[in-house]
């Protein structure tokens, strides 16, 4: 009866051990589990990283009419708190002497014009990507010194003898379109001087250099109690338009389509028509 107990407890022994070994198979293939989850959430996290790393950054440079100074360095800023990480630099001036330097080679990631006339300089060298789009407009006004002291009341004003009037050069747009208002009008103006871009027409008139300067409404606003302005109904023949278009050489061509496309936001579009900028 001791000899049939004996048989009977060592298969039941062999039946738990086989239960053990399969709870332990059980406990690896959960912890495998576990470290598989554990590897596809660090593998995804990683990837998450990568694309992180894709994000806007690095320089920025970008070119642009001397009118968009102070507009276009606010939007700077702001472009750069959005993307941290980047840097936008500025190189303003006439636009037919920023259109020279891009097709001469100058590095730079962006141009804004202030005339389609001189987008074209760049766009007829191939140094343009894509299509120049308009993102606002601007219109002339006659700067005076403060309180209007020579009592200038029209285009027609600024003719008189003795009075000293500065123009934009004939090839920068803010001196075209002067110039195209003058002879809409059949006046003839012979001023002291002509400047290389509208704010050194502007800065003539703020240090008494000169009594007046035709410029645009956004200069005279930039100016605030430096200047007067004086509309004239002839500016409405001369309205320039504003086109800015990604360059054929940018080096970073991600945060300079960004600065674009920030440019031509309902965010962009508010600093500019704050400005005094007329909307494209």
């Known amino acids: ?33 576990s470290s598989s989850t554990k ?26 009419a001397a009118s968009l100074k102070e507009s276009f360095e606010k939007l700077g800023k702001q472009f750069e708190q959005e993307h941290p990480g980047t840097k936008v630099t500025f ?18 990631d962006v ?3 202030a005339s389609p ?8 060298a191939g140094d343009a990507s894509g299509t120049p789009a308009t993102f606002v407009r601007n219109q002339l006004e006659i700067a005076t010194l403060p ?16 009075l000293k009037v500065v123009l934009c050069d004939k090839e920068v747009p803010c001196g075209a379109a002067a110039q195209k208002a003058l002879d809409a009008s059949r ?7 002509y400047e290389q871009d509208v704010k050194a027409a502007l800065t003539k008139v703020e240090l008494k250099e000169a009594d007046a300067a035709v410029v645009y409404k956004t200069d005279v606003h930039a100016a605030g109690e430096k200047v007067e302005g004086v509309e004239f109904p002839e500016s409405a023949d001369a309205i320039n338009d504003y086109p800015i278009t990604l360059l054929k050489d940018t080096q ?29």
């Not at 959430?41 to 070119?63: N, R, W």
């Not at 006339?117 to 007829?124: G, L």
């Not at 309180?147 to 003795?162: E, I, M, Q, Y």
């Not at 496309?261 to 494209?280: C, I, Y």
């Open 1 to 33: 009866m001791t000899r049939t107990v004996r048989r009977t407890r060592r298969p039941l022994q062999v039946a738990a051990l086989g239960a053990v070994a399969m709870l332990a198979l059980g406990a690896c293939s959960s912890s495998d589990d």
């Open 39 to 64: 590897s596809d959430a660090s593998s995804s996290a990683s990837s998450a990283s990568g694309s992180d790393s894709g994000k806007v950054s690095g320089q920025v440079t970008v070119f642009a």
């Open 91 to 108: 190189s303003f001036g006439g636009s037919d002497s920023l259109a020279a330097s891009i097709t001469g080679g100058a590095p730079a």
């Open 111 to 113: 141009f804004a014009s």
């Open 117 to 124: 006339k001189t987008m074209k300089i760049v766009t007829d």
């Open 147 to 162: 309180g209007n002291p020579d009592k200038v009341a029209s285009l027609k004003d600024l003719t008189r003898s003795g």
């Open 187 to 193: 006046l003839k103006l012979t001023p002291v001087s």
């Open 252 to 280: 970073n061509a991600d945060a300079a389509k960004a600065f674009i496309a920030l440019v031509q936001s309902a965010e962009g579009q508010k600093v500019l028509t704050e400005a005094g900028f007329l909307k494209p």
